[in-house]
């Protein structure tokens, strides 16, 4: 892998691993409070159903999945470096750009550690801090989407084609 600390735009890896976690990212969403049943009755010490387990298992590896996609995601993130904001830009709005994206990183690393600990060793606080994580995704999500939008169809920029496209020199 070339590391390279100036690139202009994200490689065909980076913009996989986006849009891959931003998928599962929503279906966690959507989906999450299927896990809620089998966590309650494990807290009070009751059997699940079959079904109860089954949606339970699901919600814990899709969010381990996302979490092993987000290291290898910010691990290529820090080797290569990201492109600069666009031109013109003003200082708060690159501000506003780099807190949503960290806030993002936050949630795609916290929102697994957050429901392994509350999942895995059966501490009921995280999964409260892990609950209150769905409203915090869905407004920094809609941020997010509202600023990628407001780049390509009112600044129009390239900060949504870059990352539908990849940069066309340096791998991974
Ligand atoms: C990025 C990954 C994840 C996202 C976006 C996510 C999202 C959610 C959402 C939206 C809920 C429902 C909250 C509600 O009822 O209002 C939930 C519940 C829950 N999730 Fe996750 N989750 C993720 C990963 C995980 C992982 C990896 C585990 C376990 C290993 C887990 C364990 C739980 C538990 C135990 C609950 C129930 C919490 C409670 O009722 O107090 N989650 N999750
Ligand atoms: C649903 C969950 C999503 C998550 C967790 C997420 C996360 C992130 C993160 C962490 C970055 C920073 C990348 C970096 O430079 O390291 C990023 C960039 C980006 N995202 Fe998302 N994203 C999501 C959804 C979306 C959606 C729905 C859109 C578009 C409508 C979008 C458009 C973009 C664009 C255009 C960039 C590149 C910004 C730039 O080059 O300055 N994302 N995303």
Redesign the pocket.
């Known amino acids: 892998m070339t590391t390279t600390h100036n690139p202009t735009g994200y490689s065909t890896l980076q913009i996989a691993l986006h849009w891959i976690i931003a998928a599962?990212?929503v279906f966690?969403?959507i989906f999450?409070?299927d896990?809620?049943p089998a966590?309650?009755a494990f807290l009070r010490g009751t059997e699940s159903t079959a079904d109860e387990l089954l949606a339970?298992d699901i919600?814990?590896w899709?969010?381990?999945a996302?979490?092993a996609l987000a290291v290898i995601r910010l691990a290529i993130r820090v080797a290569r470096g990201a492109p600069a904001a666009p031109a013109g830009e003003s200082a708060a709005q690159k501000w506003i750009a780099v807190a949503t994206h960290i806030v993002l990183y936050g949630?795609?690393l916290g929102?697994?550690v957050?429901?392994?600990i509350?999942?895995?060793l059966g501490v009921?606080a995280f999964?409260?801090i892990?609950?209150i994580?769905?409203p915090v995704?869905i407004l920094f999500v809609a941020l997010h989407t509202v600023g990628a939008l407001y780049q390509h169809f009112v600044v129009k920029s390239d900060v949504l084609m870059r990352m539908l496209r990849p940069e066309r020199r340096g791998a991974a």
Do not use: C, N, Y
Request: glycine share 16%; hydrophobic share 55%.
């Open positions: 599962l990212v966690q969403v999450g409070e896990i809620v966590f309650r339970a919600h814990v899709v969010g381990i996302i979490f949630v795609i929102m697994p957050s429901g392994g509350a999942w895995f009921e999964g409260t892990h609950e994580g769905k995704i």
